[in-house]
C-alpha cells in the first residue's frame, strides 16, 4: 500500500524559501527522507522518517546527520573515515549502499538502505538529500525474528478502510462513533484499542480501554478517566501522538525508564495491567486539530507491531478523526440551538375563557431549532395576536432570520392599531429591506371576544398553509381566505384580510408544512390526513389532542421543523360581568 501523505515537520534552520519545494519533495517520498545543509545538519525531515528513527523532528532539526544517527551493527559511534555516506557527502556525488544502521531514539539502531544526491533547493546554499528504508535482509541477519503477526492482505485492508468510512461518518454521536472505531479494529488489528481524546479544554480524557477476549469486547471503565496534561517537549510516544508529531511503536520497554511525566506514568501502568507486549500509537488528527490519540496494542496475539502497520492504523485515524470532528461541531451547534431555543420559543399568554397549547419539534436530522415559529401574545387594545410563520431552513441561520422576523412582528403590532394585512405589508417590507431572510411564509391573526360573548378571529395569509378551524362535533374547515402572497418578494401589492366567528367548542390549528409534507405525496394529501386526524380527535382534552394528532400526522420520513398552535374556544358563550350600564 503507498505511504500515505502527513505533515512534514521543518526547524527553525529550515530556509523560507525552500519550505514549499520541501514539503512536496519528501512528502511524495514513501521512504524515511531528510534534507541537511552545507554542514551535514538536518534542516528537514519527513513523517516517514520520524517513524522509521522514533524521533521527533525537532530532536533531529538542527543536529549533524553523522554524529546523530550513523553507527555500526553494535549501535557504536560510526567513524567518519568508515562512513560512505559522509564522504559521499563532501564529494556532492550520487550514491547508495545498504547494510548500514541508524540510531533510533530509544536506544536501538535501524539496519538500513540509503540513497544520497545534492538536491537543489533554487537558493545560494547547497543542499543534500537522504533518502533511507529498513533493510529487512540486514535485520534478518542482525538478530532472530519474532514470532510472525497475523497480516491483512491487500483486499482485506482496502475492505477495512472501506468499512472505516462507512460506519464512522454515518453517525453525528462521539460515543457512537468510539463504539464503531473499537469494533472495527478488534480483533483485526490487535486484542486491545486505548482510545485518548482531548477535550474542548485541552484536557485529556481516556474514553476507551477495550480488551476483545475472542469475539467478545469488553469495556475497562476502571482504567478510564482524567489524565494527566500532555507535556510540550516529551519524546514518549503518546505525547508525541497527543501534540500530533508522529506515530510510533512501543512495548513495556518504552516505560521501563524513568517517566518523564505523570502521563508516561498513566501509559506505563496501562501497558503493565493489560500486559501489552507489542503497541502502535497515532494521533487521531483532523484537518483543524489534533483531537487524540489511537492505541493498538497485543497482549495475547503474537508477534510485534512494525512500521508496515502504521500506514493501515494512520488511515483509520484520520477516518476516525473526519467522524469525531463532524460529532464535535454538530453537539456544539446543538448546544447553541437549544439555548437560541430556549429564548425564541414564547412563553403562551393566559386568556380568559381560552384554552391555547403549543409544540415546536426539530427537523430529525438537524439542529434543535430552525425557521419555524409561532408566536402570541397581548396586543395594547386588549385583543390577542397570533402567528406561525416558516423562514426558509432549518439550521442557526434559519433560526436567526426567524428570530427577526418575529421580533419586528411583535413591534409592528403593538405600535400600530391596524388590521393584521396592515402590519404584515409593514413586516414584508422591513424583511425586504433590513433582514438577509430570502422568503418566509406567515399567517397572522388577532382574536377578541365580542359584545355577545362569541371569539372573532380576523388574520392574514402570507403564502402558508391555511389554518383548521374543527368544531366540537368533529366538522371541519380551511380557511382559505384572506390568502396572500410571501414574504420576501418585494411586490408591494396590498394585502387582504379576512375573518370569521369561532364557534363554541371549536378547535383552531395553525402550524408550519413539516406537519404536511411528505416526499412522494401531495401537499393535498397531507391536509387531507391532517383534516381526518383532527377531526376524530375533536373530543380529546388539548393536550391529549395535540400530542396524539402530532403522532398520527407528521410524516415519518419527515426532514423538516414543525410548529403547532392550537386554540380551543369555550363550550358556550362566556358571561360577562354586568357594568351597571345596561
Same mark, same amino acid.
Given at each position: 500500500m503507498a505511504e500515505p501523505e502527513r505533515a512534514e515537520s521543518f526547524g527553525p534552520s529550515t530556509p523560507g524559501a525552500a519550505d514549499s519545494l520541501w514539503a512536496g519533495a519528501l512528502a511524495a517520498i514513501g521512504a524515511g527522507a531528510y534534507v541537511v545543509d552545507d554542514k551535514g545538519c538536518i534542516v528537514a525531515v519527513n513523517a516517514r522518517a520520524e517513524q522509521l528513527l522514533r524521533r521527533a523532528a525537532e530532536d533531529m532539526v538542527g543536529r549533524d546527520a553523522h554524529d546523530l544517527l550513523h553507527r555500526d551493527a553494535r549501535g557504536q559511534t560510526l567513524p567518519t573515515s568508515r562512513c560512505g555516506m559522509r564522504q559521499a557527502f563532501h564529494a556532492r556525488r550520487t550514491e547508495q549502499a545498504r547494510g548500514e544502521w541508524f540510531a533510533r531514539g530509544d536506544g536501538s539502531v535501524l539496519p538500513v538502505s540509503w540513497l544520497i544526491t545534492p538536491f537543489d533547493t533554487g537558493g545560494p546554499e547547497p543542499a543534500t538529500l537522504v533518502v533511507f528504508h529498513c533493510d529487512q535482509q540486514a535485520a534478518g541477519t542482525a538478530a532472530p525474528q519474532e514470532p510472525a503477526a497475523e497480516r491483512l492482505t491487500e483486499l482485506e485492508r482496502l475492505a477495512l478502510l472501506a468499512e472505516t468510512t462507512t460506519r464512522l461518518t454515518s453517525t453525528l454521536d462521539v460515543d457512537e462513533a468510539l463504539g464503531r472505531l473499537v469494533a472495527l479494529v478488534l480483533p483485526r488489528l490487535g486484542d486491545w484499542a486505548v482510545v485518548d481524546l482531548i477535550t474542548e479544554r485541552d484536557e485529556v480524557w481516556r474514553s476507551a480501554v477495550v480488551h476483545a477476549d475472542g469475539d467478545t469486547l469488553v469495556h475497562h471503565e476502571e482504567l478510564q478517566g482524567p489524565m494527566p496534561p500532555v507535556p510540550e517537549t516529551s519524546p514518549m510516544p503518546l505525547s508525541r501522538a497527543l501534540r500530533g508529531v508522529a506515530s510510533t511503536l512501543a512495548g513495556p520497554e518504552t516505560y521501563q525508564r524513568?517517566?518523564?511525566? &505523570?502521563?508516561? /506514568?498513566?501509559? &506505563?501502568? !496501562?501497558?503493565?495491567?493489560?500486559?501489552?507486549?507489542?503497541?502502535?500509537? /497515532?494521533?487521531? @488528527?483532523?484537518?483543524?486539530? /489534533?483531537?487524540?490519540? !489511537?492505541?493498538?496494542? @497485543?497482549?495475547?496475539?503474537? &508477534?510485534?507491531?512494525?512500521? #508496515?502497520? !502504521?500506514? !493501515?492504523?494512520?488511515?483509520?485515524?484520520?477516518?476516525?478523526?473526519? #467522524?469525531?470532528?463532524?460529532?464535535?461541531?454538530?453537539? @456544539?451547534?446543538?448546544? /447553541?440551538?437549544?439555548t437560541m431555543q430556549n429564548h425564541l420559543l414564547p412563553q403562551l399568554p393566559r386568556l380568559p375563557g381560552l384554552r391555547m397549547i403549543a409544540r415546536y419539534l426539530p427537523a430529525p436530522d438537524a439542529s434543535q431549532v430552525g425557521g419555524d415559529w409561532y408566536d402570541a401574545f397581548r396586543l395594547a387594545d386588549g385583543a390577542t395576536a397570533l402567528a406561525v410563520g416558516d423562514v426558509v431552513g432549518h439550521d442557526l441561520e434559519a433560526a436567526a432570520g426567524m428570530a427577526q422576523v418575529r421580533n419586528m412582528l411583535r413591534a409592528y403590532a403593538w405600535a400600530q392599531q391596524e388590521p393584521p394585512s396592515r402590519i404584515v405589508e409593514r413586516l414584508d417590507e422591513a424583511v425586504t429591506h433590513i433582514t438577509t431572510v430570502p422568503m418566509a411564509t406567515l399567517v397572522f391573526a388577532r382574536i377578541e371576544e365580542a359584545d355577545d360573548g362569541h371569539w372573532e378571529l380576523r388574520w392574514t395569509n402570507a403564502g402558508h398553509p391555511p389554518p383548521l378551524l374543527v368544531s366540537h362535533d368533529g366538522l371541519t374547515r380551511y380557511l382559505q381566505d384572506g390568502h396572500g402572497i410571501l414574504l420576501g418578494t418585494g411586490s408591494g401589492k396590498p394585502r387582504p384580510d379576512a375573518s370569521t366567528v369561532l364557534p363554541p367548542g371549536s378547535t383552531l390549528l395553525l402550524y408550519t408544512d413539516g406537519l404536511i409534507e411528505a416526499a412522494g405525496h401531495s401537499l393535498d394529501e397531507g391536509l387531507e390526513r391532517l383534516r381526518q386526524h383532527a377531526a376524530a380527535l375533536a373530543h380529546r382534552p388539548m393536550a391529549a389532542f395535540t400530542d396524539e394528532l402530532l403522532r398520527r400526522v407528521r410524516p415519518t420520513e419527515n426532514d423538516d421543523d414543525v410548529a403547532l398552535l392550537v386554540l380551543r374556544t369555550p363550550a358556550g358563550p362566556r358571561e360577562r360581568p354586568a357594568t351597571g350600564l345596561e
Open positions: 524513568e517517566p518523564d511525566s &505523570g502521563i508516561a /506514568v498513566e501509559q &506505563g501502568r !496501562l501497558f503493565k495491567t493489560t500486559g501489552i507486549h507489542s503497541a502502535a500509537i /497515532v494521533p487521531i @488528527r483532523s484537518t483543524r486539530e /489534533v483531537l487524540g490519540a !489511537l492505541t493498538l496494542g @497485543r497482549a495475547d496475539k503474537p &508477534g510485534d507491531y512494525t512500521d #508496515a502497520d !502504521l500506514p !493501515l492504523i494512520e488511515d483509520i485515524a484520520r477516518r476516525a478523526a473526519l #467522524a469525531l470532528d463532524n460529532a464535535r461541531l454538530y453537539q @456544539r451547534q446543538r448546544k /447553541v440551538a437549544e
